[in-house]
């Protein structure tokens, strides 16, 4: 029995719990200060972390009290330091202050920093012994196998943001993992699920960012766009649940109700279904171990009338084949498709290369790979190394691609 349900039993109020938020002003970060509020009183938040928006990160600190905010870029300080006169809350800058922030004493950590930036504060965060409420894909795209070591040395309990990890979480928490047969990720499709290779070659990154379900950060709805956020999750999978990857599928919902389904040996195929709003497994990651208030209007069933799933295709969407080849090859190969398709995505944002080209760079960045750079990281120092090397790789196949484009 928790110490929350204990404390329930006898009557007895629960101590606040310390909270952290990585990433707090990115769209993980604002549903997270949205159920927040409506969990006020549970909770006491420690610390606050962001990239450079200063002004924002320091209304998100007054407004929850926070004792320490951090900012990673420097030349931010000034800034948060001036918006924070007048307060007790402790200002700092740097990425070595966003680890600092990270590891500060806290009963649950909200890790969503976006991108390879995110492992070192939230490998801090599992050294603290924090629950992970964990956003961040790269920490297991990129160095999943340290990451869950790391957290069972120390104790730690992940809990998956995703919401279709989440999903899965709660369908398989309490049984017997040897009798899963298939665990299913879905995915919406993104904004091209009934686009030709034709008209997606033609997309301008507009197009890409107009997801028909979800309301998410740019990286991550071109991501769903290319279809390599699904990718991305069945590398999270393999590691959150332990199933290799012929245990591990996606299939295309375009409702985006059902989040994950998990096949059984018996014959039952398990299934958790909400409306899409992320709030639903941000609540559930803070209640834990506890059952959370409904975050969301209740789901209405014959009001959405009809669910429909299709497979995935895979010649139009060559990034899912790629994440399944690099699950396949090892912890060298999910770390450098992670880098390198940070590039991508980032040189289609900014007009450099179209759409299509962000798997080919992908793929060619893989293709160099040689030597040392074939070797599992072992610590964070040499994932975040070989991150370097694919993205210094990517970004030179990136120039070479801007020029044909």
């Known amino acids: 029995m928790s110490a929350t349900a204990a404390a329930a039993r006898r009557g007895v109020a629960a101590a606040p719990r310390r909270l952290s938020i990585l990433g707090a002003t990115g769209s993980i970060g604002t549903s997270t200060l949205a159920v927040l509020e409506q969990q006020r009183a549970a909770f006491t938040v420690e610390a606050v972390t962001a990239n450079s928006n200063a002004a924002k990160l320091a209304a998100i600190a007054r407004q929850t009290g926070a004792r320490v905010a951090a900012i990673a870029d420097p030349s931010a300080y000034g800034g948060l330091k001036a918006a924070l006169a007048g307060t007790a809350i402790i200002a700092m800058a740097g990425p070595d202050a966003i680890v600092e922030a990270a590891g500060r004493p806290a009963d649950l950590v909200v890790a969503a920093i976006v991108g390879a930036a995110g492992l070192a504060p939230t490998m801090a965060a599992v050294r603290a012994g924090a629950t992970i409420a964990l956003a961040n894909k790269e920490c297991l795209v990129s160095a999943g196998t340290l990451f869950m070591a790391a957290a069972r040395r120390n104790g730690v309990h992940v809990l998956p943001v995703d919401s279709e990890h989440n999903a ?5 928490e309490h049984r017997d993992v040897a009798a899963i047969e298939r665990i299913t990720v879905t995915a919406s499709g993104g ?16 197009d890409a960012l107009r997801h028909p379900t ?18 991305l999750e069945l590398i999270e999978a393999h590691h959150l649940f332990g199933q290799p990857s012929e245990k591990l599928a996606v299939l295309v919902h ?13 014959g039952y195929v398990l299934a958790a279904l909400s409306p899409p709003d992320m709030r639903t497994p941000i609540a559930n990651c803070l209640a834990w171990p506890e059952s959370s208030g409904a975050a969301v209007r209740s789901l209405d069933l014959a009001a959405i009338a009809k669910l429909e799933f299709e497979e995935p295709d895979a010649s139009r969407f060559p990034a899912l084949r790629l994440a399944r080849e690099a699950l396949e090859t090892g912890g060298w190969a999910t770390n ?14 900014g007009g450099e290369v179209g759409f299509l080209e962000i798997a080919g760079i992908v793929e060619d960045t893989l293709g160099r790979a040689a030597g040392s750079l074939q070797r599992d990281p072992t610590t964070v120092e040499e994932a975040l190394t070989l991150d370097g090397h694919a993205r210094r790789l990517a970004s030179d196949l990136v120039t070479r691609y801007a020029r044909r484009h």
């Open 254 to 266: 375009p409702q985006s109700i059902v989040h994950g389904l998990v096949a059984m040996r018996d």
């Open 191 to 206: 904004p091209f699920r009934k686009w030709t290779t034709e008209q997606m070659g033609a997309a301008t990154p507009a």
């Open 168 to 172: 899965i979480f709660q369908l398989i």
């Open 214 to 231: 979800w309301s998410m950060g740019a990286k991550i709805t071109i991501d769903s766009a290319t279809l390599m956020n699904k990718g």
């Open 336 to 349: 450098m498709l992670s880098a390198a398709n940070e590039i991508a995505v980032a040189a289609f944002l």
